[in-house]
């Protein structure tokens, strides 16, 4: 069975820093592209970040380039999102999602899901 837990969101004020974990189960991240995407009310789901397999590429959204960063632990089979600089406008639930070996914005394509984790920025 297939399992993504995240982790590590919270309340943060502006200019402040955190790091959201996500932890597979049943599958190696060897194997597919990790994303993250995120969704603030009333608003579409975004992609923020995605890390391929095959050549380890990593590509952000322009919102986040600079500030966040993708890494992972081989080891633990876990991906992690180190968000820096943060601004209120980055204030969503934050999901990880695999399942494909592309980096798409589209979260269609992807089959598994964290269970999502909210990060709220204050001003």
């Known amino acids: 069975q297939v399992q993504l837990v995240e982790s590590g969101g919270g309340l943060v004020q502006a200019g402040g820093s955190l790091r959201l974990s996500c932890a597979a189960s049943g599958l190696s991240l060897d194997d597919y592209a990790i994303i993250w995407f995120r969704q603030a009310p009333g608003k579409e789901r975004e992609g923020v970040g995605c890390r391929t397999t095959t050549d380890h590429s990593l590509y952000y959204a322009d919102s986040v380039k600079g500030r966040f960063t993708i890494s992972r632990d081989n080891a633990k089979n876990t991906v992690y999102l180190q968000m820096n600089s943060l601004k209120p406008e980055d204030t969503a639930v934050y999901y990880c999602?695999?399942?494909?070996?592309?980096?798409?914005?589209?979260?269609?394509?992807?089959?598994?899901w964290g269970q999502g984790t909210q990060v709220t920025v204050s001003s």
């Open positions: 999602a695999t399942g494909r070996n592309i980096c798409a914005n589209n979260w269609r394509l992807y089959t598994y």
